[in-house]
C-alpha cells in the first residue's frame, strides 16, 4: 500500500508550522490557517498592544525642508492628538529660546496624548526639560565605538555614571523617563547589555534602541529585542532610520519580538531619509489586527495629517504613499479589475473606506477588461448586451493604443453603443467618424488647454453635469471627487486623485 506524500509544511509569521492535511474540516481548518498568516501568535508579541511616539514635532524638524513656527507646531500636534497617538515628542527646548518657548505652549493645551521632549543625557538640558511642564523626557546617549571615539569619548562605565545622575533627578521630579542608547546597532552587544540593566535597575519606563544610521535588518531587530525582553522588565522603545527601506518592517518585528513603543513621522521626514512613517507603520498593523487599530486610532484623520506637513515642508505626498497616495486604491489591469469588482479583498489587503478613502477602477487604457467597461455602463445606466459591452472595450482599446483615453471619452463610445442599440444612430464608429473624432479634438485642444493635462488624463468629466450623449445627470464633473451612484460599492470614485507634480 502506496503512502500518500506529506504536504510541505507553511512557516507562518508566528513560527508555528501548519501542514495542509487530505480531510474535508483539517484541510478546511488549515487553509484558514495558511491564508492567514497575519497577526503573530508568540506570547511576548505586542503586535495587538503597542504605543506610537510620534516625533514630527522632534525628528521631522530635522528634515531637510522643515520650518514649523509655533502656530504649525501647535496644529500638527492637535492634529496628531485627534488623530490618536499616545504620546507627541518635541524637540529640546535646549536647542534653543523659541524651541524652549514652543515646548510650553504645547504642554499647555490640555491634549489627551503625553508631551515628552528628547534630550541629550546632560543635567543642564534636563533641568530645562523639566522646567517646561513635558509629562516626560526622552534620555539619549552615544554607545557605539565610533561616536564614543568621535562624539563624546565615553568609557561604559562613565556612560553609566552619567546616565544615573540624570535619570535619578527626573524622577525625583516625578516625570516619565526613557534611557535610549544612540546608534544601538553598532554598539557592543555586552556595552548595551551593562547599560540597559543598570538603567532598568534605577526603575526607568522604557528604554530605548535606536537604528540611528538604518542599517539593521528585521532579523537584527528581532534578536536584539528577544535578547533585552529577557534581561529587562520595563517597556522597550524603537527608532528606526530609514536609510535602507527597512523601517516599517523593523517596527513591525520590533513588536513580534516584544517592543511596546514605536517612534513616527508623518510622511516618514527626518534626518537624511527620515524615520518610519506614521501612515506605513499604520498600513502594517492595520493587516495584523484591523479591529485594534480603527478602535484605537482615526484613521480618517491621516490624510489630513499628510496634507498639512507635506504643505508645511513643501513637499508632494508620494504617488505610492501608504493608503493616501493617489495610486494606493487604484486598479487598471483587466483581471484585476474583474476581481476587485466582485470582491474587492482579492487584490487589497487595506479596506479603503477605513481610512476615508474611495478605490478607483481606470478603464480608458489599453490593458481594460469587459467587465470593468461594464461596471461603468451600469453606473451610467446604459442597457447594453455583453456583446455590446465587448465591442465597445475593443474601440476603447484601438483608441487607447494611440493615447490613453479620458472617463470622458470612455463614457461617449458607451453613450454611442447605447444610443445604436435602441435605434437613435445607425451606425457604429468607422474610419470616417475617428478622422472626424480627430479633427474635433483639435479644435477642443483650441478651445481648452486644460483637457489634456496630467489631471484630467483618466477622469476628466468637461461640462457634462447636466446630461450629454445620453450621460444622465449627476455624473460627476471635472475637478469632483464625488461617486456617481453615492450608493455605489465597487467602483465609487469616477476621478481618480489628481497626479501630483514633483515640486
Known amino acids: ?75 500638527i500636534a ?13 524637540t529640546s527646548p535646549a536647542a534653543s529660546e523659541q524651541s524652549r518657548l514652543d515646548c510650553i505652549a504645547i504642554c499647555q493645551l490640555g491634549l489627551k496624548a503625553k508631551v515628552v521632549t528628547h534630550v541629550r543625557c546632560e543635567m543642564e ?9 513635558v509629562h516626560g523626557l526622552d534620555v539619549v546617549i552615544g554607545t557605539s565605538s565610533i561616536l564614543r571615539q568621535f562624539a563624546q569619548g565615553q568609557d ?43 538603567m532598568a535597575g534605577l526603575g526607568v519606563d522604557r528604554i530605548g534602541i535606536a537604528d540611528t544610521v538604518g542599517c539593521a535588518t528585521p532579523r537584527q531587530v528581532y534578536e536584539l529585542v528577544r535578547t533585552l525582553r529577557g534581561v529587562v522588565n520595563c517597556e522597550i522603545e524603537c527608532h528606526f ?37 506614521l501612515g506605513g507603520l499604520v498600513a502594517r498593523m492595520y493587516v495584523a489586527d484591523p479591529d485594534y487599530v480603527k478602535n484605537k486610532y482615526n484613521l480618517h484623520m491621516l ?15 508620494p504617488f505610492n504613499n501608504f493608503i493616501t497616495g493617489y495610486c494606493s486604491f487604484t486598479h487598471k489591469a483587466g483581471i484585476h479589475a474583474n476581481l476587485i469588482l466582485n470582491n474587492p479583498s482579492t487584490y487589497e489587503i487595506l479596506k479603503p473606506e477605513d481610512f476615508g478613502m474611495t478605490r478607483y477602477v481606470s478603464i480608458g487604457h489599453r490593458l481594460t477588461g469587459w467587465n470593468a467597461v461594464k461596471n461603468r455602463a451600469l453606473q451610467l445606466g446604459l442597457n447594453l448586451s455583453d456583446d455590446e459591452i465587448k465591442a465597445a472595450t475593443a474601440e476603447i482599446k484601438r483608441l487607447a493604443d494611440i493615447r490613453p483615453q479620458g472617463l470622458e471619452a470612455v463614457d461617449q463610445i458607451l453613450c454611442h453603443y447605447h444610443d445604436v442599440s435602441i435605434g437613435l444612430v445607425d451606425h457604429y464608429y468607422d474610419e470616417d467618424d475617428d478622422d472626424d473624432d480627430e479633427d474635433d479634438d483639435d479644435d477642443d485642444d483650441d478651445d481648452d488647454d486644460g483637457e489634456e493635462d496630467g489631471n484630467e488624463e483618466e477622469g476628466g468629466g468637461g461640462e457634462n453635469a447636466n446630461g450629454v450623449h445620453g450621460i444622465p445627470n449627476g455624473y460627476a464633473a471635472s475637478g469632483e471627487k464625488r461617486s456617481f451612484d453615492e450608493n455605489a460599492s465597487t ?7 489628481a497626479k501630483q507634480q514633483r515640486t
Open 156 to 198: 561604559v562605565g562613565h556612560i553609566i555614571r552619567e546616565a544615573t545622575e540624570v535619570i535619578n533627578f527626573i524622577k525625583s521630579k516625578g516625570l516619565e523617563v526613557r534611557f535610549s542608547t544612540e546608534d544601538t546597532f553598532r554598539s557592543d552587544l555586552v556595552d548595551l547589555l551593562s547599560i540597559y540593566k543598570a
Open 241 to 277: 532610520h530609514n536609510d535602507t527601506g527597512c523601517a516599517v518592517a523593523n517596527a513591525y518585528t520590533a513588536l513580534e519580538a516584544g517592543a511596546t513603543h514605536i517612534d513616527t513621522s508623518i510622511l516618514g521626514i527626518g534626518e537624511r531619509n527620515g524615520i518610519t512613517p
Open 1 to 75: 500500500m502506496s503512502e500518500t506524500p506529506s504536504t510541505p509544511p507553511f512557516q507562518s509569521s508566528a513560527g508555528s508550522t501548519t501542514t495542509l492535511a487530505s480531510n474535508g474540516n483539517n484541510q478546511a481548518a488549515n487553509l484558514r490557517a495558511f491564508v492567514t498568516p497575519y497577526a503573530a501568535q508568540e506570547f511576548l508579541s505586542r503586535v495587538s498592544n503597542f504605543s506610537i511616539i510620534e516625533s514630527t514635532l522632534r525628528e521631522g524638524e530635522q528634515f531637510a525642508n522643515a520650518f514649523f513656527d509655533t502656530a504649525k507646531k501647535i496644529e
Open 491 to 497: 467602483l465609487e470614485g469616477v476621478e481618480p486623485p
Open 78 to 90: 492637535r492634529a496628531l492628538d485627534a488623530f490618536g497617538v499616545e504620546y507627541i515628542e518635541l
Open 125 to 133: 538640558a534636563a533641568r530645562m526639560a523639566v522646567e517646561t511642564g
Open 303 to 317: 490624510r489630513e495629517l499628510e496634507t498639512i506637513v507635506a504643505s508645511a515642508v513643501e513637499v508632494q505626498v
